[in-house]
T-cell receptor
Framework: DADVTQTPRNRITKTGKRIMLECSQT?????MYWYRQDPGLGLRLIYY???????NKGEISDGYSVSRQAQAKFSLSLESAIPNQTALYFC????????????FGPGTRLTVL | AQSVTQPDIHITVSEGASLELRCNYS??????LFWYVQSPGQGLQLLLKYFSGDTLVQGIKGFEAEFKRSQSSFNLRKPSVHWSDAAEYFCAVGAFQAGTALIFGKGTTLSVSS
């Protein structure tokens, strides 16, 4: 089984809809991250959480919110989706101690029409 | 401000030829450096990492990278490219500090010609 899983893997939705992307991990890591990837822009950090009670905004948090339900679960929500949120979204984890090496999920491709 | 620059957006290399992907970073503290690869339709896989010690690090799939502090560079190399190496490659920098996350470059897409 994969260590970092994301659901759904693909999603098409309409403008204005609320969308939740979910991430689960079995690595036992405290730190979890959400990134979005756009062609030519690389990965940009949306939110990160260093433990269940510590959630921080990243570079591009506007229009997004997160919930850390447990050490193993970190969800990303788009309260009212807009077309420029069409992107590939990645969840990642890393251990609390060490050098920030991150382990990535397979990604969720989101299309907002 | 911390940043990572990958100057080459797209590189095409013949199969069997050598490869070098460039990465330059700007970071005030001692950097920890990573190269990730993303194959089409896949997530990111760690190729190699540099934390300290020997500045030439070996990774998976025959890749290596050299850390040059004087040039603020961490270039990725492979002596002989295989068609399966076609992918997007990302350089990233981080630090061993609380409250930090990785900073990624914008990526270099590698195409392999036969």
């Amino acid at each position: 089984d994969a260590d970092v899983t994301q659901t759904p893997r693909n999603r098409i939705t309409k403008t204005g809809k609320r969308i939740m992307l979910e991430c689960s991990q079995t690595k036992g890591h405290d730190r979890m991250y959400w990134y979005r990837q756009d062609p030519g822009l690389g990965l940009r950090l949306i939110y990160y959480s260093f433990d269940v009670k510590d959630i921080n905004k990243g570079e591009i948090s506007d229009g997004y919110s997160v919930s850390r339900q447990a050490q193993a679960k970190f969800s990303l929500s788009l309260e009212s989706a807009i077309p420029n949120q069409t992107a590939l979204y990645f969840c990642a984890t890393s251990p609390a101690r060490g050098y920030n090496e991150q382990f990535f999920g397979p990604g969720t491709r989101l299309t907002v029409l | 401000a911390q940043s990572v620059t990958q100057p080459d957006i797209h590189i095409t290399v013949s199969e069997g030829a050598s490869l070098e992907l460039r990465c330059n970073y700007s970071y005030g503290a001692t950097p920890y450096l990573f190269w990730y690869v993303q194959s089409p339709g896949q997530g990111l896989q760690l190729l190699l990492k540099y934390f300290s010690g020997d500045t030439l690090v070996q990774g998976i799939k025959g890749f290596e990278a050299e850390f040059k502090r004087s040039q603020s560079s961490f270039n990725l190399r492979k002596p002989s490219v295989h068609w399966s190496d076609a992918a997007e490659y990302f350089c990233a920098v981080g630090a061993f500090q609380a409250g930090t996350a990785l900073i990624f470059g914008k990526g270099t897409t590698l195409s392999v010609s036969s």
